[in-house]
């Protein structure tokens, strides 16, 4: 990976159509301030939740910054199947919000994403050993499926607002996995029993992931201004598993830019207690591919 190493590229957001998978795939990208293509950077995929947007997710998680302040690229991704004036990932035996599955011969996102790392690098300078996946809602859930999915592509993962241990999990190795979720979102309750997709608590999955991950079987738990911290320790592969829980917060980006009250009206609070870019970035430093 890297052909693209030494060849400079503009910084700043660029909308790329690529043909992956016999399909028409959109995605933007955004080079950090002060790329010059001659040293391999992190890649980060940042998924938007379902009925939304690649340039919406931009927006709603705020990742630009980070990328320019750590020197990462960032890429967000948009799916395909339609919902409303957005689209829907296709994560496999999941069904979609409502209940209904993906259409048949809807696009394989599992293989999209993975093939998305390859295209990008072809592009980009990047460090295959340093590849990580994010997203929101429906975007955490797909970055779940990630870990277990696409693990040889993906060092580690950060859900936000969506965490799950799908299973069956067919991971050869350990996942780093970081998760984020408000203790009152009302989309993707914190405590389980929501939509069809949404059914086992967030701390259920964090547990689960602790328990694939062989760490220790009792989390340190520490309390910080606004969050509570749910760290599984002793992992196999010198991984981790964290929970990151809101208090009070709803189904948002933590730390992202302040959002609309017209939005936060629906999907509950915003909270400022943790920046999930920078929290999440010095996690993925931590876990390489190995």
Same mark, same amino acid.
């Given at each position: 990976?890297?052909?693209?190493?030494?060849?400079?590229?503009?910084?700043?957001?660029?909308?790329?159509?690529?043909?992956?998978?016999?399909?028409?795939?959109?995605?933007?990208?955004?080079?950090?301030?002060?790329?010059?293509?001659?040293?391999?950077?992190?890649?980060?995929?940042?998924?938007?939740?379902?009925?939304? +947007? /690649?340039?919406?997710?931009?927006?709603?998680? %705020?990742?630009?910054? =980070?990328?320019?302040? $750590?020197?990462?690229?960032? *890429?967000?991704?948009?799916?395909?199947?339609?919902?409303?004036?957005?689209?829907?990932?296709?994560?496999?035996?999941?069904?979609?919000?409502?209940?209904?599955?993906?259409?048949?011969?809807?696009?394989?996102?599992?293989?999209?994403?993975?093939?998305?790392?390859?295209?990008?690098?072809?592009?980009?300078?990047?460090?295959?050993?340093?590849?990580?996946?994010?997203?929101?809602?429906?975007?955490?859930?797909?970055?779940?499926?990630?870990?277990?999915?696409?693990?040889?592509?993906?060092?580690?993962?950060?859900?936000?607002?969506?965490?799950?241990?799908?299973?069956?999990?067919?991971?050869?190795?350990?996942?780093?996995?970081?998760?984020?979720?408000? +203790? /009152?979102?009302?989309?993707?309750?914190?405590? %389980?029993?929501?939509? =069809?997709?949404?059914? $086992?608590?967030?701390?259920? *999955?964090?547990?689960?992931?602790?328990?694939?991950?062989?760490?220790?079987?009792?989390?340190?738990?520490?309390?910080?201004?606004?969050?509570?911290?749910?760290?599984?320790?002793?992992?196999?592969?010198?991984?981790?598993?964290?929970?990151?829980?809101?208090?009070?917060?709803?189904?948002?980006?933590?730390?992202?830019?302040?959002?609309?009250?017209?939005?936060?009206?629906?999907?509950?609070?915003?909270?400022?207690?943790?920046?999930?870019?920078?929290?999440?970035?010095?996690?993925?430093?931590?876990?390489?591919?190995?």
């Amino acid at each position: 990976m890297g052909g693209a190493c030494g060849h400079s590229v503009a910084s700043g957001s660029t909308t790329l159509s690529l043909s992956i998978g016999g399909r028409t795939r959109v995605v933007i990208v955004h080079v950090p301030t002060g790329y010059s293509g001659t040293s391999r950077l992190p890649l980060v995929l940042n998924l938007h939740g379902s009925g939304s +947007t /690649a340039s919406a997710q931009e927006a709603f998680s %705020g990742m630009d910054a =980070a990328s320019d302040r $750590y020197g990462f690229i960032a *890429a967000y991704p948009q799916a395909l199947i339609k919902a409303g004036t957005g689209f829907d990932w296709n994560i496999p035996g999941v069904p979609l919000l409502g209940g209904s599955y993906p259409p048949p011969g809807s696009a394989d996102d599992v293989a999209f994403l993975t093939d998305l790392v390859g295209q990008l690098a072809s592009r980009y300078c990047i460090d295959a050993s340093r590849v990580y996946a994010t997203g929101v809602s429906g975007g955490g859930r797909m970055s779940s499926q990630l870990a277990c999915d696409a693990s040889s592509t993906f060092a580690a993962v950060a859900p936000v607002a969506g965490l799950r241990m799908p299973s069956p999990c067919p991971s050869n190795r350990p996942v780093a996995v970081v998760a984020f979720h408000g +203790t /009152a979102d009302p989309i993707d309750p914190y405590d %389980g029993h929501g939509q =069809a997709y949404w059914t $086992y608590s967030v701390p259920v *999955a964090a547990r689960r992931w602790g328990t694939f991950d062989h760490c220790r079987p009792s989390p340190a738990v520490a309390s910080g201004s606004g969050y509570t911290l749910t760290d599984y320790s002793g992992c196999a592969g010198g991984v981790s598993v964290e929970l990151y829980s809101l208090i009070g917060e709803g189904h948002e980006w933590p730390g992202g830019p302040r959002l609309p009250r017209s939005i936060r009206s629906v999907l509950g609070a915003q909270s400022q207690a943790v920046d999930a870019n920078a929290v999440m970035w010095a996690f993925f430093e931590e876990h390489t591919l190995p």
